[in-house]
């Protein structure tokens, strides 16, 4: 019997590594697989027969078998490509991939993607890589992931904004301290270069997409001594106005559905600098009618050009705003920084005064102007981000995030159960799943025009086939001479 169990035991060899080059082979074979990680076998012994008490021991191995295959998720090096849609990872995660025939979820390290038939950002055999939608106003992800359409995308119009977190119209500029004051009353349903020191324009886009100068002109206020108290003699604090100014937001008449070629005002405001020339604050305004009254005569006077009165900021923008009826339909409300301003006296203010509208001596000089919103446009092209972000390329010439790639990492990779065609799924084994962007909890950065090169090592696999080949001619061997031996066993009855 014990002939018997050792020609079990070399035969149990054989399998072993004969499986054992099977492993090897494979690492071989898949050297050139992007995102491939080598396999390596775990070794068992097999527990055999039990011996008599007493002898040394008590049971006796009775072969080998593999006791499971291990991933080594070691870093491969990278290699550099020239398309943007091949995906690397620097780090522990996996790109998240769903079937859209199945709904099932399987993970890869092999980032060489493509677009479907629909458009979608895809892995070679069609499976779809998920992402994140991503705010168009503050960048920041947003939903569950799903599916990225890449090709074929049309981008909506998108308005110029509120001056919600940072939309609108941005202006910073320094204007000239020594101006002289205009002399001109401003009629804002007819404004004309007289009337103001300095102006700027910016393009602005309706809810439709169209285009529109918005102009903002500066106009210097004149200072005025504070007001005497006639009971005392002596000044009222506060009174007093200096280092004011007055600006206009206007459009030409034709978008505004008026008379083309003249400038309207749709509202305005107010500004107050300090002596050294800061902004403190800048307030919206509004346009208020004045009346005409009479002469001592009684006869009816005309009415003045309407008259520009404070009104307060917006507390949820912190920045005046302006509805303008484009094309004379329904009001769009834009907003417009000229700078946070400071308070002179707090010194613990953290903000500065110097980041948008100055009043220095000097030339008028507009240091930058902008304005957020888009025309509709399709995408021609893509880009990312180490942290995933996909950045689309429109054919109406502006650039922004349509999505951000997702990663997924397991407590316990090694336990992924391989599928076939470079992908993994996840086992009992492989312990918790997290899910989420690029660059956040050890998942990994992502980069671009690289993919990751498998990580076996060819002298390493050859030295481990030899090793193989030499156990698998050893355990061949006890084969061989344990049928010899049994053979002698048979003849002795001879």
């Given at each position: 019997?014990?002939?018997?169990?050792?020609?079990?035991?070399?035969?149990?060899?054989?399998?072993?590594?004969?499986?054992?080059?099977?492993?090897?082979?494979?690492?071989?074979?898949?050297?050139?697989?992007?995102?491939?990680?080598?396999?390596?076998?775990?070794?068992?012994?097999?527990?055999?027969?039990?011996?008599?008490?007493?002898?040394?021991?008590?049971?006796?191995?009775?072969?080998?078998?593999?006791?499971?295959?291990?991933?080594?998720?070691?870093?491969?090096?990278?290699?550099?490509?020239?398309?943007?849609?091949?995906?690397?990872?620097?780090?522990?995660?996996?790109?998240?991939?769903?079937?859209?025939?199945?709904?099932?979820?399987?993970?890869?390290?092999?980032?060489?993607?493509?677009?479907?038939?629909?458009?979608?950002?895809?892995?070679?055999?069609?499976?779809?890589?998920q992402a994140l939608k991503v705010d168009r106003v503050?960048?920041?992800?947003?939903?569950?992931?799903?599916?990225?359409?890449?090709?074929?995308?049309?981008?909506?119009?998108?308005?110029?904004?509120?001056?919600?977190?940072?939309?609108?119209?941005?202006?910073?500029?320094?204007?000239?301290?020594?101006?002289?004051?205009?002399?001109?009353?401003?009629?804002?349903?007819?404004?004309?270069?007289?009337?103001?020191?300095?102006?700027?324009?910016?393009?602005?886009?309706?809810?439709?997409?169209?285009?529109?100068?918005?102009?903002?002109?500066?106009?210097?206020?004149?200072?005025?001594?504070?007001?005497?108290?006639?009971?005392?003699?002596?000044?009222?604090?506060?009174?007093?106005?200096?280092?004011?100014?007055?600006?206009?937001?206007?459009?030409?008449?034709?978008?505004?559905?008026?008379?083309?070629?003249?400038?309207?005002?749709?509202?305005?405001?107010?500004?107050?600098?300090?002596?050294?020339?800061?902004?403190?604050?800048?307030?919206?305004?509004?346009?208020?009618?004045?009346?005409?009254?009479?002469?001592?005569?009684?006869?009816?006077?005309?009415?003045?050009?309407?008259?520009?009165?404070?009104?307060?900021?917006?507390?949820?923008?912190?920045?005046?705003?302006?509805?303008?009826?484009?094309?004379?339909?329904?009001?769009?409300?834009?907003?417009?920084?000229?700078?946070?301003?400071?308070?002179?006296?707090?010194?613990?203010?953290?903000?500065?005064?110097?980041?948008?509208?100055?009043?220095?001596?000097?030339?008028?000089?507009?240091?930058?102007?902008?304005?957020?919103?888009?025309?509709?446009?399709?995408?021609?092209?893509?880009?990312?981000?180490?942290?995933?972000?996909?950045?689309?390329?429109?054919?109406?010439?502006?650039?922004?995030?349509?999505?951000?790639?997702?990663?997924?990492?397991?407590?316990?990779?090694?336990?992924?159960?391989?599928?076939?065609?470079?992908m993994l799924v996840e086992t009992l084994g492989s312990?918790?799943?997290?899910?989420?962007?690029?660059?956040?909890?050890?998942?990994?950065?992502?980069?671009?025009?690289?993919?990751?090169?498998?990580?076996?090592?060819?002298?390493?696999?050859?030295?481990?086939?030899?090793?193989?080949?030499?156990?698998?001619?050893?355990?061949?061997?006890?084969?061989?001479?344990?049928?010899?031996?049994?053979?002698?066993?048979?003849?002795?009855?001879?």
């Amino acid at each position: 019997m014990a002939l018997l169990g050792s020609l079990n035991t070399g035969a149990s060899g054989v399998k072993t590594q004969g499986k054992t080059m099977q492993v090897v082979g494979n690492n071989i074979a898949n050297v050139n697989t992007f995102g491939f990680k080598r396999n390596s076998v775990a070794f068992e012994d097999l527990m055999g027969n039990a011996w008599p008490q007493g002898a040394a021991f008590t049971k006796a191995s009775n072969g080998v078998k593999i006791g499971g295959v291990e991933m080594d998720y070691s870093q491969g090096a990278f290699e550099t490509t020239a398309l943007s849609t091949d995906l690397a990872i620097a780090g522990g995660g996996f790109f998240t991939v769903v079937n859209p025939s199945t709904n099932n979820e399987s993970y890869t390290r092999n980032g060489q993607f493509s677009y479907d038939k629909e458009g979608f950002l895809s892995t070679l055999r069609g499976g779809r890589i998920q992402a994140l939608k991503v705010d168009r106003v503050t960048g920041e992800s947003k939903g569950i992931p799903g599916a990225l359409q890449v090709l074929g995308l049309v981008d909506a119009p998108q308005p110029t904004g509120t001056g919600l977190k940072g939309t609108g119209i941005k202006l910073a500029a320094n204007l000239d301290a020594n101006a002289s004051v205009k002399d001109v009353p401003v009629d804002p349903t007819n404004v004309t270069d007289n009337m103001y020191n300095f102006a700027t324009s910016t393009t602005v886009y309706d809810a439709l997409g169209n285009t529109h100068a918005a102009t903002v002109a500066m106009r210097k206020r004149p200072d005025l001594p504070e007001q005497i108290d006639p009971g005392t003699g002596q000044p009222i604090a506060g009174t007093g106005v200096s280092n004011q100014w007055e600006y206009y937001v206007m459009f030409d008449g034709a978008s505004l559905g008026q008379v083309p070629g003249t400038m309207v005002a749709v509202g305005g405001g107010f500004m107050q600098f300090t002596d050294d020339g800061k902004l403190i604050a800048a307030t919206g305004g509004s346009f208020e009618a004045q009346p005409g009254g009479v002469d001592p005569d009684g006869n009816p006077l005309p009415a003045g050009p309407p008259r520009l009165i404070p009104q307060p900021v917006d507390p949820d923008t912190g920045v005046p705003q302006f509805a303008i009826p484009f094309g004379g339909g329904a009001p769009l409300v834009i907003g417009l920084h000229l700078g946070d301003g400071f308070n002179p006296d707090d010194p613990t203010d953290p903000r500065s005064g110097l980041d948008g509208i100055t009043q220095f001596a000097g030339h008028y000089n507009v240091l930058r102007t902008s304005a957020d919103g888009n025309p509709a446009g399709t995408l021609e092209s893509i880009f990312l981000e180490d942290n995933g972000t996909v950045n689309g390329v429109f054919d109406a010439g502006y650039t922004r995030s349509i999505g951000r790639i997702v990663l997924t990492k397991f407590d316990n990779p090694g336990k992924l159960a391989q599928v076939g065609e470079n992908m993994l799924v996840e086992t009992l084994g492989s312990g918790k799943k997290v899910t989420g962007e690029a660059g956040t909890a050890g998942l990994g950065e992502i980069r671009s025009k690289s993919l990751e090169q498998s990580n076996v090592d060819l002298s390493q696999e050859f030295v481990k086939m030899v090793e193989t080949q030499r156990a698998f001619q050893a355990s061949a061997k006890t084969v061989t001479t344990s049928d010899e031996m049994i053979q002698d066993l048979i003849n002795m009855k001879r």
